[in-house]
């Protein structure tokens, strides 16, 4: 080679070179930005979910527990039954002054209100971000019995990518742990954990908020002590799979029990006391990244889970540094299911319970909800 073309071919290769240099850097950067964007998205909506003192209306039983809570009161097991009575839910007066989210079931997202709406559209224009449950329910788990693992994780990506199209912003996974006689095990709190760890990074990868709901159960007899002395292993190998994941804290919400009697224990210990054990427990497991706490109500009245949810917002808000709010179904839905009862011309009068019960789970985010406005209202 000759000394100018080898000038040439070292220039063409140098050029080339920083070329190639520059168009990696470029999609590198791109690729930060758009998980950055990402990330900074989600942590809006966790944070538009717990804004204002309002908090999630779950409205997302499965056909399952539907139809059992539907047969107690003598309604039709139907698919239309189901789209009535949440038609009911998604259309009353004033719901989005105390509620943020709703979470929904995939039933709902492909059924429509009688005008033809989309379920969808319908929360949106309700002032409601859509969310939606997304595990297939807490399935007996294989050599361990009295004990589930939820299931759900297969072709979940891809269900993901559809709900995020149809508008979806935020997801709900619920796990299932029981005291009992030698229960919980390990095994059933580290395969839950790890499932539960999973959904939640799928889900921040699709650009859906999730909903972690680990749920110790409030049946049996155990003590109040055994209940937080569970809530607390369960929490902290949540989290330990939720880091080891790499889930981003802020971005998501957590939806735990409260630290509670079993169902059936002698002792029951006061609002105050339920309060002061939640809060405690919670304070030492949960990281100050993750933007909100909104428990499920598990069984416990309507009444008592407003005021449980108020106790630790009047003796505890200001020191916190999430948010304690709520995702109640059956503490906001049970009284009006019951004024329902499957009749159109019941409807007005279940939407005023709704929203009622939802006025009262506000109030008690601000420290604000007493019994007295229980009487007024009822
Ligand atoms: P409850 O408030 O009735 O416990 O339901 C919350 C929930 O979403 C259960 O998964």
């Known amino acids: ?22 168009l990696s850097s470029a999609r590198i950067i791109q690729a930060k930005l758009q998980s950055e964007m990402k990330l900074h998205e989600l942590i809006n909506t966790a944070k538009a979910l717990v804004e204002d003192d309002k908090g999630l209306l779950a409205m997302d039983e499965s056909n399952p527990t539907c139809n059992k809570r539907f047969a107690l009161l003598g309604i039709p097991l139907t698919a239309e039954a189901r789209r009535a009575y949440r038609e009911m839910i998604v259309t009353t007066p004033g719901l989005s002054e105390s509620i943020s989210g709703a979470i929904l079931y995939d ?75 030698g229960l919980p095990s390990m095994d059933c709190i580290e395969a839950n954990a790890d499932a539960l760890a999973s959904y939640a990074k799928l889900c921040q990868e699709a650009g859906l908020v999730p909903i972690v709901e680990p749920e110790v159960l409030m049946d049996g007899e155990h003590s109040l002590a055994e209940c937080r002395n569970v809530t607390e292993d369960v929490l902290r190998i949540v989290f330990n799979h939720l880091y080891a994941k790499g889930v981003a804290l802020e971005g998501m919400i957590l939806k735990p029990n409260m630290v ?25 497991i949960v990281p100050a990244e993750v933007t909100g706490i909104a428990f499920l109500s598990g069984g416990q009245s309507a009444e008592l889970a407003s005021a449980r949810l108020n106790a630790m917002n009047v003796r505890f808000k200001s020191q916190l540094p999430w948010a304690l709010s709520f995702s109640f179904a059956r503490a906001i839905q049970q009284p009006a299911l019951e004024i329902w009862k499957g009749m159109h011309a019941n409807v007005e009068e279940a939407q005023k319970a709704l929203y009622h019960r939802a006025k009262c789970n506000k109030a008690a985010r601000r420290g604000e909800y007493n019994t007295g406005m229980e009487r007024k209202s009822i």
């Open 1 to 22: 080679m000759q000394l100018p073309d080898f000038y040439l071919f070292t220039f063409v290769f140098l050029l080339l070179s920083f070329y190639f240099y520059l």
């Open 107 to 181: 039933e709902t997202i492909r059924q429509q209100l009688k005008d033809g709406t989309s379920f969808i559209k319908a929360v949106k224009d309700a002032g409601i971000i859509s969310g939606i449950k997304v595990d297939m329910g807490a399935k007996a788990m294989e050599d361990h019995p009295g004990e589930k693992l939820t299931e759900g994780l297969e072709g979940l990506h891809e269900r993901l990518e559809e709900y995020a199209r149809l508008g979806l912003r935020f997801a709900k996974w619920r796990a299932v742990i029981t005291i009992g006689d």
């Open 260 to 284: 509670l009697p079993g169902l059936t224990c002698t002792k029951q210990e006061s609002v105050e006391e339920v309060a002061e054990e939640t809060v405690h427990c919670l304070m030492r």
